[in-house]
């Protein structure tokens, strides 16, 4: 088991809802990556945070927000639901220093289901 | 566009057999190359990672094989076991850029029967 928790853990929303999901990094970590994992795909990048602010971002609307606070924990949030956002959404914690990135290690996921 | 391209989709493996999954990608730039293991309900899991100075690194039953001229690189489950049955994810970043982004395979589903 890794340091990282998620909650929560599971999540039923209707389209057009709003959602927040919640990341605490493993301790010493100080960079937060969100992935989106659909059914039977692998995870796809949603964006990374270090030292508070967005550093990247994958091919996911601006619906999709986060926010990253001074204990390194993370929020994910998504506006205006849509069915395909249906997905296990997984938060990743590694440590960044200078330009070099370590192992990203994963926390168990929120299971989103859209209705 | 797949960055990570991962064979086979599905793999069915006797006990203590060898199992083989194999991975492409393009993009030279690639500098870091991890395996992931990852059980119905859960997170992935780091099981072993490569970079590309080494043709081969060995931890206990798993081996990555790092072929950097073919662009391919492949995960070899020694003595296989009914535990090992579980979805496997090649991935790959620049390590050493501003963002460590990991671009992951579509994934292998593994059994192993006794």
């Known amino acids: 088991e890794t340091g990282v928790t998620q909650s929560p853990t599971h999540l039923i929303k209707t389209r057009g809802q709003q959602v927040t999901l919640r990341c605490s990094s493993q301790s010493g970590h100080n960079t937060v990556s969100w992935y989106q994992q659909a059914l039977g795909q692998g995870p796809q990048f949603i964006f990374q945070?270090?030292?508070?602010?967005?550093?990247g971002r994958g091919n996911f609307p601006p619906r999709f927000s986060g926010l990253q606070f001074p204990n390194y924990s993370s929020e994910l949030n998504v506006n205006a639901l849509e069915l395909d956002d249906s997905a296990l959404y997984l938060c990743a914690s590694s440590f960044k220093r200078g330009g070099s990135y370590n192992e990203q290690f994963f926390g168990p996921g929120t299971r989103l289901t859209v209705l | 566009q797949q960055q990570v391209k991962q064979s086979p989709q599905s793999l069915i493996v006797q006990k203590g057999g060898i199992s083989i999954i194999n991975c492409a990608y393009e993009?030279?730039?690639?500098?870091?190359f991890p395996w992931y293991q990852q059980f119905p309900g859960k997170g992935p899991a780091l099981l072993i990672a490569?970079?590309?100075?080494?043709s081969e690194k060995k931890e206990g039953r798993f081996t990555i094989s790092f072929n950097k001229s073919a662009k391919q690189f492949s995960l070899h489950i020694m003595d296989s076991q009914p535990g090992d049955s579980a979805t496997y994810f090649c991935?790959?970043?620049?390590?050493?850029?501003?963002?460590?982004?990991?671009?992951f395979g579509r994934g292998t589903q593994l059994t192993v029967w006794p």
């Open positions: 490569i970079r590309p100075d080494v």
């Open positions: 993009n030279t730039a690639f500098d870091y």
């Open positions: 991935a790959a970043s620049i390590g050493g850029s501003t963002l460590g982004r990991l671009y």
């Open positions: 945070y270090y030292r508070e602010e967005e550093n």
